[in-house]
C-alpha cells in the first residue's frame, strides 16, 4: 500500500513530495471463502485511515484513493470499501485490469528510467 503525495499543477508534470508505504498483501490475507479476513480488512482500513490523517497534515487539497486486484477479485470487496467509506469519509475507486496494467507498466518505467 502506497500514499504518494504530489505537487500537481494543470499542465507541469507531477512532482513528488512525500512518501508512505507498508506492505500488506491483502492477497496473502484472504480466507477459504475468496474473501479478505478480517484481520486483512482491519490493517486496510488502519493504513487508510492513517494516509488521510497524513494527506492532511501535508496539506493536500485532493485526494485520490484507488484499489486494485486484491480488493477488485475480493469476495468481500465491496463491502470492505463501503465500510472503509463509513470509517474515514474516503471513497475508493477500483481500478480494472486494464488500468491497472498500465500504471503498473508506468511505475516500472518510473523506476527504472524511460530507456530501460
Known amino acids: 500500500m502506497h500514499l504518494l503525495v504530489v505537487d500537481a499543477h494543470q ?3 507531477p512532482l513528488p513530495a512525500f512518501s ?6 491483502l492477497v496473502e490475507l484472504l480466507g477459504e471463502d475468496g474473501g479478505i ?3 486483512g480488512a482491519e490493517r486496510l482500513e488502519y493504513f487508510v485511515a492513517e494516509c488521510v490523517v ?10 485520490i484513493g484507488f484499489a486494485t486486484s486484491a480488493i477488485r477479485d475480493a469476495a468481500n470487496g465491496e ?11 474516503l471513497d ?10 498500465q500504471l503498473t507498466f508506468l511505475a516500472v518505467r518510473r523506476w527504472f ?4
Open 11 to 13: 499542465g507541469a508534470r
Open 20 to 25: 508512505h508505504k507498508i506492505e500488506l498483501h
Open 37 to 39: 479476513t478480517a484481520e
Open 54 to 63: 497524513i494527506a492532511e497534515d501535508k496539506g493536500v487539497e485532493e485526494f
Open 79 to 89: 463491502q470492505i470499501l463501503r465500510e472503509i467509506r463509513e470509517r474515514t469519509g
Open 92 to 101: 475508493l475507486a477500483v481500478l480494472d485490469g486494464q488500468a491497472e496494467a
Open 113 to 116: 528510467g524511460w530507456s530501460s
